[in-house]
């Protein structure tokens, strides 16, 4: 019997095995070239369904609530184009971050936050990344006044006092000002658009949002060298916490992010020049009653370097209540979620990461795992 026959034979009857197996021989070949990339079998029938799957929308064309509307309800992703946004200002800012990414450990290390009193920087796992040579920085919009790049990252409650930043790649700021004025008004009109998709009040609807809340998360990608670990992927599988997420990929390496849709078929999320991808976090979904789905995604393995710049919209006040919204509840799918401050909503999403959690909260051994699964499934949508 021919060696490859054998091979197919044992993944049949194995398949997590032959899993397994498919992983090791693609670590053989690490990194893949750029045609393995294209023309690799299983990424060309994702990346066909995904073209089925998760929907492209010009929002310059009329309609575009309602076609954000049915996107949200069928996968909570769209990768949107006709946004309006300043393409050349996330291109400068991607510079300014690669160039801050790749700096010395020791310019890095001035945004670790993490040993002292910024336990937010902690708490988003900043701590790991730059340690590991530097994945993420937080920036965000002091309230009320002109944005500013700051280190580390709100507390949990959103309330810590920003810390300016070190000057350590020249022109990094300005970047990160430009870009954040560059997202602004889409992230207004974003907020505007899920109103109006949504048939909420639109007096009641913006008075829950602070949109000077909303910040930029810079997430690198740094290439991979050495074949990733069987199952280890770039970014893990995972839902996002809070509103939407406004997420610009990086025009040199693209490939990677992926969604779980409802069926448990995982698609890539397509490729389109100069777009935007929108998808729905936890809260938001919840807010929507589940109307709006909240998908399970990740990035998955390419050995390119990448850098993501992840912003948010429909960014809720720490004390804002969120209930099911009037217009997602009716007999037929009556409210699915008790109220909740969006602050605490956010704080307990981002302690049920933390590996103490059930010590944290005087969980015995036994019930941790019930409370757990129990609080991640609350929390999860
Ligand atoms: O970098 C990406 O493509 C996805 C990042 C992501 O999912 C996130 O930051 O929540
Ligand atoms: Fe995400």
Known sequence: MAPALATQRWAARAPAAGRLFAQLAEAATWPPGPRRLREGGARRRAAARAAASIDVLDLSLPGAADRLDASFRATGFAVVTGHGVDYGALRQLRLKALEFFRSPLEHKQLFDKAGGEHKGARARGMHSRLLEGGRAVNFWRARGGLPRLDAGAPTDA????????????????????????????FRLRLDGLVCESLGADPVAFPSKLDPFRAGMRLAYYPAQVTPPAPGQLRYGAHVDSGGMTVLVRDEAAQWGTQVQLHDGEWVDVPLVEESIVLNVGALLSRWTNGRWRASVHRVGNDAAERLSIVGHSVVFKADAEVEPLPSCVSPESPSRYAPIKAGDFLTERVRLHRDNYAEERGYSRAAAEQALSEQIRDYQM
Request: glycine share 10%; charged share 30%.
């Open 158 to 185: 959103g309330e810590a006092a920003p810390e300016p930043v070190p000057e350590c790649v020249p022109g990094f700021r300005e970047a990160a000002e430009g870009a954040q004025r560059a997202m602004h008004d």
